[in-house]
């Protein structure tokens, strides 16, 4: 009988272990996926348990996605100025000694020297932008854009409205027109079509044309 007891008791404590060690584990393990939240999936990169050559994601990525991330713990600065004598478990404050009283506010006065009032810097530090009007306005006139404009729709169109048709035929009952230079009563000048140099027997000083001899 007692050692059936004994034995029922052994197992029960086994199994007690064993429950507080899976526990234990779960709890290791709910506290790394929360520390190591930033490796989880997103919908553009797949994480490191989330591997594309696997048919279902890793159990620990799934941990991920229904786990918090960790907050971040403000570590508590060590004032240089407490004594190890009142570190003890036993104080929550260190002794204070001294019994001088707090020093007064300081109060806004102005300062001393040739320096401007407050209320008038700030009022020209934010006072509103006034730009002239240089710079408001535009760096082309109305005249020069329409100048502008004008000279690129001359440079756009023709310059004349009769198409050239490069046929034989088509020119046959047009009626020649003669230039102006050409159709003056003075006739056209020889210059250039019999001649390259301008005669004026008038002032010759002698009847023939004088030669060079070399």
């Given at each position: 009988y007692y050692r059936n007891e004994l034995q029922e008791y052994t197992e029960m404590k086994e199994n007690e272990e064993k429950r507080k060690d899976l526990e234990k584990k779960e709890k290791e393990k709910k506290y790394q996926a929360r520390k190591m939240h930033y490796l989880l999936s997103t919908e553009q990169i797949a994480g490191i348990y989330n591997s594309p050559f696997r048919k279902s994601p890793d159990p620990?990525?799934?941990?991920?996605?229904?786990?918090?991330?960790?907050?971040?713990?403000?570590?508590?600065?060590?004032?240089?100025?407490?004594?190890?004598?009142?570190?003890?478990?036993?104080?929550?404050?260190?002794?204070?000694?001294?019994?001088?009283?707090?020093?007064?506010?300081?109060?806004?006065?102005?300062?001393?020297?040739?320096?401007?009032?407050?209320?008038?810097?700030?009022?020209?530090?934010?006072?509103?932008?006034?730009?002239?009007?240089?710079?408001?306005?535009?760096?082309?006139?109305?005249?020069?854009?329409?100048?502008?404009?004008?000279?690129?729709?001359?440079?756009?169109?023709?310059?004349?409205?009769?198409?050239?048709?490069?046929?034989?035929?088509?020119?046959?009952?047009?009626?020649?027109?003669?230039?102006i230079h050409r159709s003056g009563k003075y006739g056209q000048e020889t210059y250039g079509t019999k001649h390259f140099r301008e005669v004026q027997p008038e002032k010759w000083v002698a009847d023939k044309v004088s030669h060079s001899i070399f």
């Open positions: 620990m990525e799934l941990l991920l996605r229904n786990s918090k991330p960790l907050s971040h713990r403000r570590q508590q600065m060590k004032s240089p100025f407490t004594s190890e004598l009142y570190d003890w478990p036993t104080c929550t404050r260190p002794l204070i000694l001294s019994t001088e009283q707090p020093l007064p506010p300081i109060g806004r006065q102005k300062p001393q020297g040739p320096f401007r009032d407050t209320a008038e810097v700030l009022r020209q530090r934010y006072k509103p932008l006034e730009p002239t009007l240089r710079v408001a306005a535009s760096i082309n006139s109305p005249l020069e854009k329409a100048r502008e404009e004008m000279k690129k729709e001359e440079w756009r169109n023709r310059i004349h409205d009769n198409e050239f048709l490069p046929f034989s035929s088509y020119h046959k009952n047009e009626k020649y027109d003669p230039s």
